[in-house]
């Protein structure tokens, strides 16, 4: 039987097996009796998916959380498609060789990690500033596990696995280029740029799908982040208070405005210039992401409801890894 | 010659000697030479003043941030007070014996502080959980000095001496009766009546006047204050993690709502109750004040800019310090 | 065969019989002929329900707007609970043998409406201004009979029998709390408790469900509770103008803002307190509502739409009778 | 000694004497002594005027609220001109025989109030509906006195003698026309047009100045207005109660959205033509009388505040006074 | 068979046959297979429909995009009525002969087209100022292919064949008479109303459907209006600089503010005009339509989005088209 | 006698004479007699100041947009340094040997404009796109002479001559890096720096001062701008319809939002990275030009009301010209 496209190439068309995460499965009651509703996804992005026949024995062989083998199709629901699933159950190790692998279903940024890992301490070891160096470094070790594979956020932007990484790294060389261009502090905007989002590693859960903790959903990644930090500052001998006050204020000003969930504003060269390099990547990856996954015809795409509008394909972009 | 009222009682007519602090001294030049701009105050309140005459010998008698003492009289300009200054000096100890005391030239709270500490510490022994007895025992003992004296702002609402305590122990009172009508968690309310601006002694520097300090503007009473909590919750052994998130969501919440400054909403009952207790208790201390100084005629107050509005005096309230 | 617990208390393995009030059918057609899509409830609330076999026997046998005796089962829908059921039929006299009872079949205040009239009386007995004690007096007696069972909106709170009366007692206790620490006109404010909201008595239609009648849509409650205390006031010789004015301000400003429905805002400080209370406790009723309700797993319940966030569950508020 | 032209002709090089409304009157203290700021207005509008010599025996020669002689001359004072007042008294009997008429010291409708009456009377003969137009009758009659001569407003538009009535014809003639337009019902329209702002007959006093009452300020106009009317409506046999709900809800949603202070918002065809009538007229009115009044050069006027634009003067409006 | 009656009488009893357009056709998989939803329309406006047996069959028929001969039944869904087909093809030339008109397949104005265009020129006729009129006659005559079938807009109103017309002659007598009553430049207000939206020509594409064009989404109908006109207006010699300063300031400022996508407010008396009759008659047209084609039951029609708000229908208008 | 500093550097013990430009001049009269109220200029900003003694002979000897020589001194009013002036009159030719030149009294980029000039060629030299570089080539050549003087503001940022080249070539540097990093076109986004706000030619005059034609009040710079450029590629023999296209939605939505005056949003890559450009740019030019003129105490600046903020001034940017 042939093999399923991965998802983000799949069309009405596509019949075939393949090897998914699902992170989500419910069951209904219809008139002819309980189905499926499911969420899969591979390393290229989610899909809903649905059982609809052979519901019961279908539903014995997984879970929710459990990595899958699937037979289906694809199928049209609202202009949006979906998968029909005709027989799924949970991996086992044999699929190793009918070509499953782990990472192959959990979405991931297109940058591999090594990479990302290289040019980041490159950033960090150029540097000047011995105090701010000191404190990335620290941060950088304390975390690394996490800040290799963590998500930028639950949707929204950045959304897979390493997708914080790759969101700091665009930022880093955005502030460095506007550093030059306005000759503002670039030891403070690299600190940024590395230290604005930290907060996630603990407002995020995240093993194959990312989720808000206790901490993350009463405190929010903004004074987490900005506590981690202090905590850090504190513990290198000497680091100097007004440095150590203005970096605080680009963690809690790098919303750039009170209703975005910054309890104050960018009052320094540097913090404006954070604020909104943050928020360009942040749409733009919504831009990029939206236009690759759009599959509605004509020159628009369709509307786009964090962005509040449609998106122009005329003339497409390179591609969605940014790679120029 | 005459002892002028003190400044709240001051009307158009009253012309004598007194003390104030001066928080403010301009030198402008007009058509006929230089003349002095000051804000004096005493406990009731400030009020601006003028140096028309005698110009040089009064400008070198006396700097801003001195008690001062003063000839004039009462005038108005576009229908407001103003003290018209004919002789001023810097104060000398023989003042003393003329009935200086530099307490009376202060802006106070028209609660006395001992009664309001005595009731501060019986509201925290009546706190039965221990971790927040503990939590609050310790936080009064290591910023006793500053909470018994600081205001509450630089204006807007209770921005005189002990102006943070008085709003405090309002608020306790208030949130311990909706604790009891709501069955809300009264030890988590009393905490967070006493914690939730506890960030306003770093927010805010104050000797005689308050103004914001560069932690304060950078990084906002909010910040600073879930920051303090935070350790002085690490510090206390075995404090429940739990119950320190919820802590510290209490601080972070009780603006409302992001655009004023918090950088999460409310998520628990009490954190619902605090928001609405503190919000209530700044408006109808701004509504007191503003009833009590107005010098308009008719039964409508002159428009108040933060409530935006003007306000009935019909049938006045009983008094601004609020007993009952 | 078993009986099915009240709804609040369904999930997706409950099974049996019940009894529930009908508010509304609809017929659909689908691939295999027609279904039906029904709201029934019970004292403890509203649930979606689907009849899918037998369709045309079972719809001949009840209408909307009757009680039905119904053999069903739970079943989740979008993470939904719904009830798919088997038979129904409308409710016959044999039923009351059966447990039916038409009182459990209608949502309602968990307080019992007498104890809650002997409340309110007391609350009108305890009013010192004589005017003010006749106005009420004579508004609870000509509207005695809807008072005690008026629900307090179509949805969002107090949306069941006698939630208006329930919500103007909460109110009560709060205001007279406040008018104590305040220092404010406690008659003034146990008036304007009752009487905020006397316009809803003809906003809405009540008999088993509510609606808004033609005035309560065009006119709305907040005029046409002015408008019936005016009256009133009137009515009553002697009944001094000022008073009736402060009155009347009371209720049209009892919304807090223009943008909120309330043609003026707040002007005295009693008109501030009635405000803040009313916002509070119906914000409080949809959170304990909300915890109550939310069947999502996890510390947070799922989005709440008119709160415009989700809610803490971790340490479960003790009920939502509000009895402390 | 040259008589002083009206106030709307004033300009810098004006000089000679004049009889003005003394309407505000304050005392300030200057370098040199006291000096005195006033609002002078005549027919044409007011003007801020000073006494800056002679100060102490001018002052005793009037009060604020009193007709008064003057000698002066026009001033500017940033952009903005004055009157430099150099002797100033009370009118006496014989100012009659030197020109002074009460009249012509008052702000006043461009259009002569009779005939405006005959057309407000007209317009009323025409409705057709019996009960409307007894009940258009009857408050035109037990009003007579203040709809002939009331203001539409203490500022912002036609503010002035007879603006009200000035206000209710325009926007009479505009439904009259969109009601043809439309197919909508004119004796509604009429009805509403007549009847949208008769609130502010009690909304505000009018002497020779408006001010709010207790009741305009507490209650506000839309509020006052709709009492009145359904005062009246009851008041007439066999008034049919769904008209007077829509005449009731027209009164109600005129300001067309709820921020603007309607407590509801339009619901029927003529409540929406009625809000946008009363929105454009009240909009051009402050063009016309901008355009008017503006001094500036250029082709465009200074800033209004109120429509938060300049206006474009390039092609000149043929009039304020809105005759064709 | 019986015949279906038009889409707008449609009701959940309707059964038999009848023709349409098919505008949207979607092929999609539930439990037993297959099954189509489709958009069909006639003139009297669209409908859903669904093809749930003899899919296959069905579905190699016709193309969305054709006219179709349709049977079937209407059905309520959600409270809204859709229609369920049972058998459906492509029309063929017999079909004439069976009563299929393509005009009747399509939505369009209740007004015929030819009194429409006379109306029409009889407008330009009237235009007394040579450079309007000629500037006026050449863009009817350039465009009058489209100007006579061309859609108002997408959908929200007027979104139908001959729409726009309809529209800009409502709005012409709307401002012919506003400019009586006050006195403005009728000239100008007449080629406003006719040009103010001519962009919409290029905007949208209109077959039988309307849809964006690339330059209607990224440049949007008002730049591309201004542009034509300003065109048009060159290519006149002597073509007054500030007329066409003007004539293009009205169609830039014509959606009254900022945030509607005007680039400037209105500056000019006419601009004021044109703004609120434009605003006017497109919520007319919302309201008429709603009223006509709500089928709730009561005296309130469902939620209008746009209008954000439910309408009455207690007194019926008199008809959607206007005609009085 | 001394030379006065230039204006950015004038402070109350100033004193001496100077050359500036007068581009205000008021009279009003005061106690005394007439007074003069002045705004003056040079290369470094303005300064208003004030003639207070001999204003009559003084009055005789300038008119408001001379060049004048002035012996005057600082003085502070309301903590705002202005010039009190004792002697002043309009510049002769014998002053330029006094050291008065023309340029040094017009307030000026601080970058040199031919330096400035070579930059942008080279900009223009490398777009590759053979129809965009002509495109460019052609709109600058035909206003070479306004490109390289006008301001970008009339005041905001960038408000003095050659500000709209330095904005320009600040973009270009941005927009450049951010098209390397995000892989967008860079050609495009040359072109939308240049073209973006090229439409101030129009609607801004310059002389000596920037003021709105009537053209800039009436269409707006976005508007005028547009047609510009649709011009000029409309007279290049085959430019690419899309690409005309693109690029004017480049210049229409470069606002980012409707609310900001753009009537479309940003649809594009490039036209996302142009609005962020441009306002990064106008904010930091801003937040760089109010440290730099700030003169209050302490370690922030006073509020910056268009960024509705204080800046905190701790580490000082390294200077205005932006040069690294």
Redesign the interface.
């Known amino acids: 039987m042939a093999r399923l496209p991965r998802i983000a190439d799949l069309d009405?068309a596509s019949a075939g097996t393949g090897f998914f995460l699902c992170t989500r499965k419910?069951?209904?009651?219809?008139?002819?009796g309980?189905?499926l509703i499911l969420v899969l996804q591979d390393v290229s992005g989610p899909i809903t998916a649905k059982v609809?026949?052979d519901v019961e024995p279908n539903d014995e062989q997984f879970d929710a959380g459990e990595f899958v083998a699937v037979q289906g199709?694809g199928?049209?629901?609202?202009?949006r498609l979906e998968l029909?699933v005709e027989r799924i159950r949970r991996v086992i190790p044999e699929d190793a060789d009918r070509g499953f692998r782990r990472e192959d279903c959990i979405p991931c940024s297109p940058r591999p990690v090594d990479e990302m890992w290289t040019e980041l301490t490159g950033w960090i070891a150029a540097v000047a500033d011995p105090h701010l160096r000191e404190l990335l470094c620290r941060l950088v070790a304390q975390n690394e596990e996490r800040l290799r594979v963590w998500p930028a956020a639950r949707q929204v932007h950045h959304a897979y696995r390493s997708g914080l990484l790759e969101h700091v790294l665009?930022i880093m060389?955005?502030v460095s280029?506007?550093?030059?261009?306005?000759?503002?502090?670039k030891d403070l905007l690299i600190a940024g740029a590395l230290l604005h989002d930290i907060g996630k590693l603990q407002e995020l859960s995240y093993d194959v799908a990312a989720?808000?903790t206790?901490?993350g959903?009463?405190?929010?990644h903004?004074?987490i982040g900005?506590?981690m930090v202090?905590d850090a500052m504190r513990a290198i001998a000497g680091f100097p208070r007004?440095l150590a006050?203005?970096i605080?204020?680009l963690i809690?000003s790098h919303h750039g405005d009170?209703?975005?969930?910054?309890?104050?504003?960018p009052?320094?060269?540097e913090a404006?210039?954070l604020a909104?390099a943050d928020?360009?990547d942040a749409?733009?990856h919504q831009?990029?992401r939206h236009l690759a996954e759009d599959s509605s015809d004509?020159?628009?795409t369709s509307y786009q409801r964090y962005l509040?509008?449609?998106?122009?394909k005329?003339?497409r972009?390179?591609?969605v890894d940014?790679?120029?």
């Open positions: 009405a419910e069951r209904r009651t219809g008139r002819g309980p189905f609809l026949q199709r199928s049209l629901f609202h202009q029909v665009q060389r955005v280029a506007l550093a030059e261009i306005y000759g503002a502090r989720d808000y206790v901490e959903n009463l405190l929010g903004i004074t900005a506590g202090r007004a006050t203005e605080e204020h809690l009170l209703e975005l969930g910054s309890p104050v504003k009052m320094t060269v404006f210039i909104a928020d360009l749409k733009l831009v990029r004509g020159p628009f509040e509008r449609a998106l122009y005329g003339v972009p390179r591609s940014n790679s120029s």
